[in-house]
């Protein structure tokens, strides 16, 4: 197998982040990854980011390694979030800028090289149980995608027809929701418990929190924060079978396991006290719980006030692992050195926020500057479903530090960050999907809106 220069000196360095996380006399064996994703979970949603729901083991999780406050999914949205957990890179760049339906064609760009891709290359066993929703047509399935085993809906539980498939064929239809935690935990344990001598990676995608609710008898009415806070706590229940099972094995200390979720809560849950919900670029549909654990490798009750993204873990996963990366230049990181407390933080690029393929909004470091406001049909009044993505009439700056629920812009305080930041997003834009240029070019083309709200269609006086 011939390597360029560029590809050998990613396995170098690959290479010797694998021999310094293994440290003397550990495993031989390279390191386990374990991936568990929660669809449409609220930055305010577990105990340990404030929630009155019960989340025992997911707060465990968290004393016993390192906790993020500012960790971020890479879209409001469910496809185009998975995408960019996948590749590194963002949803927009694979074809993903928003959410595919059944009847869909298209899926996650057969040219991009997913987490399961890199690790199988690598020696890894790959299983992928729940939520896929990066395509449903064959040559996008998870088989086709880098994964050895799949088990669960290849997309939305809301979404017609509900089916629940093994490998490629389905094995039920409609799907029995109240069981389908507890089902998709009993494969994650079977998958752990017969790939324990062998690397693996388990991307555990739950369905849960996702509309419609559901929950075992088990769980149903167990909670104090009705079927919701129900469907949370048999989540945090599944974390706990799947932590048991890896310990059970003495897996804990050779594993790398990772939870965290797709976007913010949709019309229940909590996005604590942040802006927004589940399709917008403010915080609340965005910003997510991140815990990770790593005996004896990730600090206990490590408290992270960084920021970091989705898109880092397919970077962070490849270095630990000392897989070689993907040849589609990335979007995210290596944050190993900040999981393990030797880095305050990653040294990364501006992070933009796509809605679509609308790109709204900007970080660097704690500032973040709005540019444009897109609201989606599900979150607006029917008579105000009229222009999509609307240009502010002035750039919004918002010091996440000071004011995280941005409600106070710093904007007029601040040009030469605004400036900064808006000259930063140009320079990117010529590397982005014509789509996203094109969409940009339309944005800057309307008249701007003073409020950010819009100019709505106005609905004729009625007949008499």
């Not at 324990?196 to 929190?209: G, N, R, V």
């Not at 479903?385 to 409600?407: C, F, H, I, K, V």
């Amino acid at each position: 197998m011939r390597f360029s220069r560029r590809e050998f000196a990613r396995v170098v360095a690959g290479g010797a982040a694998f021999s310094a996380i293994r440290g003397k006399g550990a495993a031989a064996q390279p390191p386990n990854i374990v991936m568990i994703l929660a669809d449409d979970l609220g930055y305010g949603d577990l105990g340990s980011y404030g929630s009155k729901i019960l989340t025992p083991n997911l707060d465990g999780m968290g004393e016993e390694g390192v906790l993020f406050r500012h960790f971020y999914a890479a879209s409001p949205v469910c496809s185009a979030s998975r995408a960019a957990l996948l590749t590194g890179r963002y949803g927009v760049r694979g074809g993903v800028p928003n959410v595919f339906s059944p009847s869909d064609k298209a899926g996650l760009h057969v040219s991009e090289t997913t987490m399961a891709d890199m690790l199988k290359s690598s020696g890894y066993k790959t299983g992928c149980v729940g939520k896929w929703h990066l395509g449903s047509q064959p040559q996008y399935l998870p088989t086709a995608r880098g994964f050895d085993e799949y088990y669960g809906i290849p997309y939305s539980n809301d979404q017609y027809p509900s089916i629940l498939m093994q490998g490629t064929t389905v094995i039920e239809s409609p799907v029995d929701l109240d069981t389908i935690t507890r089902r998709y935990t009993q494969q994650a344990v079977k998958f752990i418990q017969q790939n324990k001598d062998t690397p693996f990676f388990l991307y555990m995608a739950h369905t849960a929190p996702h509309v419609p609710l559901a929950a075992s008898k088990e769980f149903r009415g167990k909670s104090s924060l009705g079927l919701y806070g129900d469907v949370v706590e048999e989540m945090d229940w599944s974390v706990g079978q799947i932590l048991s099972t890896l310990d059970g094995l003495g897996l804990g200390s050779n594993t790398l396991v990772m939870f965290s979720s797709d976007n913010g809560p949709f019309f229940q849950g909590s996005p604590g006290k942040l802006r927004g919900r589940k399709g917008e670029t403010f915080e609340g549909g965005m910003r997510e719980p991140f815990i990770a654990r790593f005996r004896g490798k990730i600090p206990s009750g490590k408290r992270v006030p960084s920021f970091a993204t989705l898109l880092d873990v397919l970077p962070t996963v490849a270095g630990l692992t000392g897989s070689v990366l993907p040849k589609n230049p990335l979007d995210g990181v290596d944050i190993w050195p900040v999981l393990t407390g030797e880095a305050e933080s990653a040294d990364r690029p501006l992070f933009l926020y796509f809605n679509d393929w609308n790109l709204q909004c900007a970080r660097l470091g704690r500032w973040k500057l709005h540019m444009a406001r897109y609201n989606g049909p599900s979150f607006i009044p029917p008579l105000k479903q009229g222009r999509m993505n609307l240009r502010l009439l002035n750039a919004e700056l918002y010091d996440l530090e000071t004011d995280p629920e941005e409600s106070y812009s710093a904007a007029d305080e601040n040009p030469g960050i605004v400036a900064d930041i808006r000259s930063r997003v140009e320079s990117l834009l010529p590397g982005m999907p014509g789509e996203v240029r094109s969409a940009w070019m339309d944005t800057q083309n309307r008249p701007a809106e003073p409020n950010g709200l819009g100019e709505w269609p106005v609905p004729a006086a009625p007949d008499n």
